[in-house]
């Protein structure tokens, strides 16, 4: 038996039955970048390459003791969220990190399923913004996520740019907007509230995008928890998911899922 104890990293977020993202594309991502994964599950979703058909919220008090179990007893390096679907599951979720002083916070404002199905209340977004993202050292919303958030309409370089000053005016130590939903190679700008930086890489013809944005900020997460500051777990994130998308394989009839041990296999 080793005696080496890797990072550790939770995820506090959704299931996804069909295993492309939520809590499935988190584990897998943590596993494959070398950190041990613990969950606390939000909500139960029945859903495939397709569609979500059901969501079904774990209630709060539920929510809460899980994430004392995992930390009182193997802590947490990193904590990365995703689907919170209620102002009362985003407030549950904020003060559990406000009291276990978790630093090492990712939140990734999970809206709507890559089918377009909707995974959060419209109230909801006040608290995201008032009680989650003050938490936050990075937050990783993708181009609708980060209008949603801010009330801009983002369709320029000088836009995203102003959404991400505004996000991090929220009390975010750092924002991640990513580009794949604009034309062009797909760009992620990062603005830590200094200082802007770009990361592109090719744009890969895929309908294999499922669990992206999970995958995404669960390898930042995993990132942070190595130690790496934030630009060089953001650059390593990107380079996984880029990896991971042009190594996928077809699984189902809509958008499947990302190649998350593509390194191995």
């Known amino acids: 038996m080793s005696d080496v104890r890797p990072p550790t990293v939770m995820t506090i977020a959704g299931s996804d039955s069909g295993g492309g993202a ?9 596993s494959a970048l070398g950190v041990f994964g613990t969950s606390t599950l939000t909500a139960i979703t029945a859903q495939n390459t397709v569609g979500v058909s059901a969501v079904h919220e774990v209630p709060t008090d539920v929510i809460t003791a899980q994430i004392d179990a995992v930390i009182t007893d193997i802590g947490a390096d990193a904590v990365k969220t995703g689907m919170l679907s209620s102002s009362e599951i985003v407030d549950t979720v904020a003060e559990a990190i406000r009291r276990h002083g978790i ?33 936050a050292a990075v937050v990783t919303p993708n181009i609708p996520e980060a209008e949603d958030l801010t009330g801009l309409r983002i ?19 750092s924002v991640v907007v990513k580009g794949g939903h604009r034309d062009g190679p797909p760009t ?30 669960s390898a930042v997460a995993a990132g942070l928890a190595h130690g790496l500051d934030v630009p060089a777990a953001v650059a390593r994130a990107k380079d996984y998911v880029t990896a991971a998308i042009r190594a996928a394989y077809p699984i189902g009839q809509g958008h499947g899922p990302l190649h998350h041990f593509h390194a191995y296999w």
């Open 22 to 30: 939520g809590i499935q594309a988190d584990l897998k991502t943590f």
């Open 103 to 135: 630093v090492n916070l990712v939140v990734d404002p999970v809206m709507v399923a890559k089918s377009g199905d909707r995974l959060l209340r419209e109230e909801a977004i006040h608290s995201i913004c008032n009680s989650l993202i003050p938490l």
């Open 155 to 173: 369709r320029s370089d000088d836009d995203v740019r102003e959404a991400a000053t505004r996000i991090v005016a929220m009390g975010a130590r």
């Open 188 to 217: 992620d700008v990062l603005y830590d509230g200094h200082g802007f930086r770009e990361f592109t890489t090719e744009r890969i013809p895929s309908t294999n995008t499922h669990g992206t944005g999970c995958t995404f900020a």
